[in-house]
């Protein structure tokens, strides 16, 4: 196979598995405290939103990310109000900020923009830059590195390793630190985790936090790199399917790492045989290409149904916390 | 700290869900300033585009039908313990049982004995799309929730790789089926009344609308007056005590499912026997949804979902009418609403309960405050 085919898959795998592993942590976060996040989707769709309008009205990058984590954490803010604090379904409040935020960033881009719901074009100083482009010039001339590593691993912006870094540092902080110990005590026995001391409602809102300016970058990410402003409806079940990673991650930072990875290369792949025609000896015909959209999801569901090892979920996951008096 | 309050009756079933709606609304019209309209007089606008005309009420039913299916899924899956987010996908498989009966039997069956085929095939598929996440749920103990979702995105999957191959109608560049046979049409409120002679504007409204009130009377009837719903509610309070009382809680929630995506499923009559009258791609787009709304405003019982459903009937129209008359108001301000709605009345139901129960203790004081518990 052609090594430059290869590169170049590679390449779009990183760049489609961003949002989703910058996702997938965010959720990774809040589940290991307890707290169910199905309201991914809203909380990216409203950031990409913010990173789109304030980077059209600023033309500031650092603004349009401040303004996405800005609203990252405030969507995380009112899931810890609803669901901390109040002892709210955790389900429907992600329901809940997955209708607000896909009403809501229409309504005011219509008004705000007259674009239909669109933000317009942000000018490239507000978009993320490729890094490591002199060096993947470079290595163009080496046989199979050159395609390879300068084709499918450098010359990417700067989130795209920011995540893939995050992935690391996420597992340090919850596997070898106290506070992620605490952290993942908080989703497995907060009975404990009070009886030690420790505020049930702080940890949980200290993750909820981290989970919003996750989502925040995911969001921003979408706008700054991927397209050229913000779209309605854009994270298009995004958020859905970095649930389905971390699940299929076992609700583990590096296992929804790889899975993100798996189902970025099956978009990828999708996208590209797009039309093409199956040989012969597998009966012809286009290539279901929706039946590759289709499979993440499917892939979820064998696995949640204890069909490849098992999964097991935080055992408190969802279960709000009451202080006993 | 926030210990779930203890309110009268009347207050948690009819003072609760107002003052929630409200809150919501509130918000709702804060957006609405915000973005530089008259909360008032989007209001009045609203509220004359979906009942000012007779073809207004039309469409306004036409939309509530759907959201009774949907809304009445929800509870009934609710009754049972689950959370069923899996509408929207059960509405297009719904849809789809519905198109493979009508495409190749609708040149030789009678309309009286086609429609039937069509509605069962439209509840079996449904019952079918959701049974897979129920079994298991029961059995393997994946979660339904998670499931649910994920059967949303297979079957659009589904319906559109049906729609790009097998159900393709050649020549055709858009994503639809070929049509459907005269004999596949559900006859319109418009012919049904003008049979009875009396006139109504053309509308989308169909038959189904009676097929819904038939629904939310049997699922009433269902749940509080059968020993089937009996125990689906007995599994839904408490699995394990009903285990105990002799009732299997992997068949209720079998039981649960079916019902419910059988519920969904009829949307696909509403839609494409009753409007549309072929197969398309997105003509559940978020009805699903807007049955979990529904479901937590009516308070998971069919007296609370018709009028809830003819609520969000009356956005929906009132919402197509504003985005006609004011530059600017889009459709999406009723999903916003929407969201908010689930917000306040579901995730953060019980945040207003306190004040409600200060409000009441203040205007009626207990005689007995009750036995301490440290």
Redesign the interface.
């Known amino acids: 196979m052609d090594e430059w085919l290869i590169g170049g898959l590679l390449a779009s795998t990183l760049r489609v598995s961003t949002p989703l592993i910058l996702c997938a942590l965010a959720a990774v976060l809040c589940e290991r405290a307890g707290v169910i996040d199905?309201g991914l989707e809203g909380k990216m769709l409203l950031a990409a939103f913010a990173a789109g309008a304030t980077g059209a009205v600023t033309g500031s990058l650092p603004l349009a990310v401040l303004a996405a984590l800005a609203v990252g954490v405030a969507l995380s803010m009112?899931h810890g109000?609803?669901?901390v604090?109040?002892?709210?379904?955790?389900?429907?409040?992600g329901?809940?900020?997955?209708?607000?935020?896909?009403?809501?960033s229409?309504?005011?881009g219509?008004?705000w923009f007259?674009q239909g719901?669109q933000t317009p074009p942000l000018p490239d100083a507000v978009r993320l830059s490729p890094w490591f482009g002199g060096a993947a010039e470079a290595l163009k001339p080496v046989p199979v590195l050159g395609a390879l590593v300068g084709g499918g691993l450098l010359g990417h912006n700067g989130m795209v390793y920011a995540a893939l870094a995050l992935v690391p540092a996420l597992w340090w902080g919850l596997y070898r630190t106290r506070l992620g110990l605490r952290l993942r005590a908080t989703g497995e026995n907060p009975a404990m985790v009070d009886a030690a001391g420790l505020s049930v409602?702080g940890l949980r809102y200290g993750a909820l936090a981290g989970n919003g300016l996750l989502c925040g970058l995911a969001g921003s990410y979408l706008v700054l790199a991927q397209n050229a402003n913000f779209v309605?409806h854009m994270t298009a079940?995004r958020g859905?399917m970095a649930?389905?990673a971390m699940?299929f991650g076992k609700w583990h930072p590096v296992g929804a790492l790889w899975a993100c990875l798996l189902f970025g290369f099956l978009d990828a792949v999708a996208i590209r045989l797009q039309g093409v025609v199956l040989p012969a000896a597998l009966g012809g015909?286009?290539v279901?290409v929706?039946?590759i959209?289709?499979l993440p999801?499917?892939l979820?569901?064998v696995l949640?149904?204890?069909?490849i090892g098992r999964a097991r979920?935080p055992a408190a996951l969802g279960v709000p916390y009451?202080?006993e008096? | 700290m926030s210990r779930p309050v203890e309110l009268p009756r009347w207050m948690d079933l009819g003072l609760l869900p107002l003052v929630n709606l409200a809150l919501a609304l509130g918000v709702c019209a804060v957006v609405v300033a915000v973005v530089g309209l008259d909360p008032l007089q989007v209001l009045t606008l609203l509220v004359k585009g979906a009942f000012g005309s007779q073809a207004g009420i039309g469409y306004t039913l036409y939309y509530a039908t759907t959201f009774v299916f949907t809304g009445l899924a929800v509870a009934v899956a609710f009754h049972g313990g689950l959370f069923n987010i899996g509408g929207e996908g059960q509405a297009m498989m719904g849809g789809l049982g519905c198109a493979l009966v009508a495409l190749p039997l609708g040149d030789h069956l009678p309309a009286a004995l086609l429609l039937p085929l069509m509605v069962l095939a439209a509840m079996a598929a449904g019952a079918l799309w959701a049974a897979v996440p129920g079994a298991l749920q029961a059995w393997r103990g994946s979660h339904v929730v998670i499931t649910t979702i994920m059967f949303n995105f297979i079957a659009s999957a589904l319906l559109a790789w049906l729609l790009v191959g097998v159900l393709k109608q050649p020549g055709n560049m858009t994503l639809e089926s070929g049509p459907f046979a005269e004999a596949a049409h559900l006859p319109g409120m418009h012919q049904v009344l003008g049979w009875l002679g009396i006139a109504w504007p053309r509308t989308p409204l169909n038959l189904s609308v009676l097929l819904a009130l038939a629904a939310a009377v049997g699922v009433a009837l269902f749940l509080w007056r059968s020993r089937a719903g009996y125990e689906l509610r007995a599994v839904g309070f408490s699995p394990d005590a009903a285990h105990y009382g002799g009732v299997r809680p992997r068949g209720q929630v079998m039981v649960a499912m079916v019902i419910s995506g059988a519920l969904a499923g009829l949307v696909g009559i509403n839609e494409l026997a009753g409007v549309q009258h072929r197969l398309l791609l997105d003509y559940v787009v978020g009805a699903g949804f807007t049955g979990i709304a529904v479901s937590l405003i009516g308070r998971n019982h069919p007296l609370g979902i018709v009028p809830a459903a003819l609520l969000f009937g009356a956005l929906y129209q009132g919402g197509a009418e504003l985005a006609f008359e004011i530059p600017g108001f889009s459709r999406d301000m009723v999903t916003t609403l929407q969201g908010l709605i689930v917000l306040f009345s579901g995730a953060m139901a019980q945040v207003a309960a306190p004040a409600l129960a200060r409000l009441h203790g203040w205007w009626r004081p207990r005689a007995t405050p009750g036995a301490a518990h440290g």
């Open positions: 199905l009112v109000y609803a669901c604090s109040h002892t709210g379904d955790q389900v429907v409040l329901m809940a900020l997955t209708m607000i935020a896909a009403g809501l229409i309504v005011l219509i008004a007259k719901g409602k309605p079940g859905y649930l389905a699940i015909g286009a279901p929706q039946a959209q289709a999801y499917a979820t569901v949640l149904a204890g069909f979920a009451v202080k008096r």
